[in-house]
């Protein structure tokens, strides 16, 4: 039978502003890093998706590079999108990045406009879409001007192929720079995707979030999990044999020890309290940012995606909780 969604899907789902655009993103977006490639069953993520759009979350996340292997989550996307989202394009958002290696020589990684613009048609085929919603440049090159990079996104815009163009994992001098090149071209910087959690305040200390804002641009942060440090999941000290510290790819078992594990446990009893799992309290605290348009989840399971979009009914964390929070990660002031 054809997915048919649910009509109550935006009924609760928040929906907030991209800086000074028109484009609202649900404050939840469903990331397609991790769980989305061909080593998963297509039915598990099948499942996720048409569940997550059942739910309001109309953004789904990719990248060029994103599986394992490189690519694989998008062709899985654009099976999904043929079988299910086809009828429902214009209500959903659908993003990738080009910036990591993604083929062998000189021109499959980093920010030429060679690069560029032969990885967006290449995603565009696995996608099986004319056009992203929004395109990003995945990290600034080094040996790259700016202006290259940049004038490769406005080209994307111009030619149809993206709607709407961003930034991920620049400072906020790059930030400001890729904003003026691409005006240069009469095309808008959309947004900026940081890594940002309680574990990780780079965008903070940098000052990323006070330029994104003033600079009207959206913020929409990954891993606001910390890789599932900020979930449950090692709460009892154990790795367990499916979690990504047993993989060890980006979360290694060295991070998991005592000081982690009583940190954790402290921030999970003050998740209890308010009556949260430990990943709800991580996803309500990097939503507290003004500069934050949307936080980014994944989900290996339609149960983890209902949990962590329960996030949303929480409590704003009161001025305590804060201070609590940052005591206990360390950041406390004196």
């Known amino acids: 039978m054809s997915f048919v969604a649910e009509e109550s899907r935006y009924d609760t789902m928040q929906y907030r502003r991209t800086g000074r655009s028109g484009l609202k993103l649900p404050a939840l977006s469903l990331g397609l890093w991790h769980n989305f490639g061909f080593t998963k069953p297509l039915d598990d993520q099948l499942r996720i998706v048409r569940r997550a759009f059942d739910l309001g979350v109309t953004h789904f996340d990719l990248a060029n590079n994103y599986g394992p292997p490189y690519g694989s989550a ?62 990003y440049s995945h990290r600034p090159d080094p040996e790259t001007p700016i202006a290259e990079t940049m004038g490769a996104l406005a080209t994307a815009v111009q030619q149809g192929k993206a709607l709407y163009v961003g930034v991920s994992n620049y400072s906020p001098e790059q930030t400001l720079a890729a904003q ?4 240069s071209h009469g095309v808008p910087l959309l947004i900026h995707q940081p890594r940002y959690s309680m574990l990780d305040r780079r965008p903070e200390d940098s000052g990323l979030l006070d330029t994104v804002e003033a600079a009207g641009v ?72 003004p500069a934050v348009t949307s936080a980014i989840i994944g989900a290996s399971s339609v149960r983890q995606l209902e949990q962590n979009i329960a996030a949303l009914d929480g409590a704003p964390l009161t001025a305590d909780e804060l201070a609590r929070i940052d005591e206990l990660t360390g950041r406390a002031a004196g």
């Not at 299910?84 to 021109?107: C, H, Q």
């Not at 995603?123 to 929004?134: A, H, M, Q, T």
């Not at 003026?180 to 005006?183: F, I, V, Y």
Request: hydrophobic share 40%; net charge negative.
């Open 74 to 135: 998008e062709t899985t996307f654009g099976r999904i999108f043929a079988s299910d989202l086809k009828p429902y394009r214009d209500e959903i958002v659908v993003s990738s990045k080009a910036g990591y290696d993604m083929w062998p020589g000189p021109y499959g990684e980093w920010g030429s406009r060679k690069y560029v613009l032969s990885s967006l048609d290449q995603s565009l085929g696995r996608l099986g879409l004319d056009y992203v919603d929004i395109f």
């Open 180 to 183: 003026a090149a691409l005006a």
């Open 218 to 289: 959206g913020a929409i942060v990954y891993s606001p999990l910390e890789q599932g440090m900020l979930t449950d999941r090692y709460l009892d000290g154990s790795i367990p044999p499916d979690s990504r510290a047993a993989v060890g790819h980006f979360l290694t078992a060295d991070r998991l020890q005592d000081d982690y594990l009583a940190m954790a446990r402290a921030l999970n009893d003050l998740a209890a309290s308010r009556g949260q799992s430990l990943a709800q309290l991580a996803l309500t605290w990097a939503l507290r940012a």
